[in-house]
């Protein structure tokens, strides 16, 4: 069985950096895509960031673009969010997710498709 497992978040002060990690142990397949959602107190699941193993291809939320930056490792099938610059609006619960075989719609934001989905990690950015 493929598990998620996830790693990193905490407690940091506006401008402050975290760095997420997310690795797929058991997975038997070669591409995929790992993205990150999240979702704040009272607010919907967004997209944060995605990652297509068979060319390298990103996605960033508008909200983080030029703070956040992702990274795959195709060896080990996982990545890892360098989150930089944090705002208090950072501040919820991330789920990275893969999906067997990649997936466009990860790379436009959208959960459809993603096959596993790791436990939620918090963040919190004080201001």
């Known amino acids: 069985d493929v598990q998620l497992q996830a790693s990193g978040g905490g407690l940091v002060q506006a401008g402050g950096s975290l760095r997420l990690s997310c690795a797929a142990s058991?997975?038997?397949?070669?591409?995929?895509?790992i993205g990150w959602w999240r979702q704040a107190p009272g607010k919907e699941r967004e997209g944060v960031s995605c990652?297509?193993?068979?060319?390298?291809?990103?996605y960033y939320a508008d909200s983080v673009k030029g703070r956040f930056t992702i990274s795959g490792d195709n060896a080990a099938k996982a990545a890892h969010l360098q989150m930089n610059s944090l705002k208090p609006e950072d501040t919820a619960v991330y789920y990275c997710?893969?999906?067997?075989?990649?997936?466009?719609?990860?790379?436009?934001?959208?959960?459809?498709?993603?096959?596993?989905w790791g436990k939620g990690t918090l963040v919190t950015v004080s201001s």
């Open positions: 997710a893969v999906a067997r075989g990649g997936s466009s719609w990860c790379l436009v934001g959208q959960d459809y498709g993603m096959d596993y």
């Open positions: 058991g997975a038997t397949f070669d591409d995929y895509a």
């Open positions: 990652f297509s193993s068979s060319d390298g291809s990103t």
